[in-house]
């Protein structure tokens, strides 16, 4: 890791990979309940003139509050397995029976036409996949909770659903913490105003600010 890293908050940990090196997407990637998503709204919210969101595609159903075109694409499947056909998308899963999410191509030229960076919030999955499309741009950072138990206990602490789709939620969290040391970079989401902090300082040198 660079020197300049290397003070970086407790909550910030390298992978056992060489450093990554300079480029314009940041990937955070995840199980459900690690925390991915609230750090990147917070890297949003935080640096708009510098990043910008790309809103992934999913066939899956709108929570109360997710919004079209702002949290997700919400597509049918009959749209999203069209857009796979016509090669529109830049990596995407079946996660789940029937549930697909992915990532649009367009996404990245919107994002870039705006002299931003991309910031991704994907599976790891689609992390791997951006990844490989972009060796040399894509900085993937692993989001990972302090044990699997705490992370476990976030799933079933949602409340959000029932018992059959928290079973596979748990389940497919397991092999994604598999992936942990697979990335740039491991940000440990033990407690979240230091993982905010160790998420603003990667992300500022990342940038090259």
């Known amino acids: 890791m660079p ?19 300079s480029g314009k997407i940041l990937v955070f990637t995840a199980p459900s309940g690690a925390g991915k998503t609230t750090l990147v709204r917070h890297l949003l919210g935080k640096f708009p003139d510098k990043l910008a969101f790309s809103v992934s595609a999913t066939t899956r159903a709108p929570r109360s509050h997710e919004k079209d075109g702002k949290d997700y694409y919400f597509l049918t499947q009959e749209d ?16 789940y029976e029937n549930q697909y999410y992915g990532t649009l191509r367009s996404e990245i030229n919107r994002v870039w036409s705006e002299g931003k960076a991309v910031v991704f919030d994907v599976e790891v999955k689609g992390a791997t996949a951006i990844k490989a499309a972009y060796p040399e ?15 476990f206990d976030r799933l079933r602490a949602r409340g959000t659903e029932d018992e059959d789709s928290l079973r596979k939620r748990i389940s497919r969290a ?36």
């Open 174 to 209: 397991k092999e994604e913490l598999t992936y942990k040391d697979r990335f740039d970079y491991v940000l440990v989401n033990d407690d979240l105003n230091e993982a905010k902090k160790g998420a603003e300082e990667l992300a500022l040198y990342w940038l090259g600010h």
């Open 80 to 95: 999203f397995e069209e857009r796979i056909a016509a090669a529109k998308f830049l990596e995407f899963e079946e996660v």
């Open 137 to 151: 741009a894509a900085c993937v950072v692993f989001i990972s909770p302090p044990s699997p138990k705490v992370l």
């Open 3 to 21: 020197d300049m890293l290397s003070p970086i908050s407790d909550a910030f940990q390298p992978a056992d990979s060489n450093p990554a090196p």
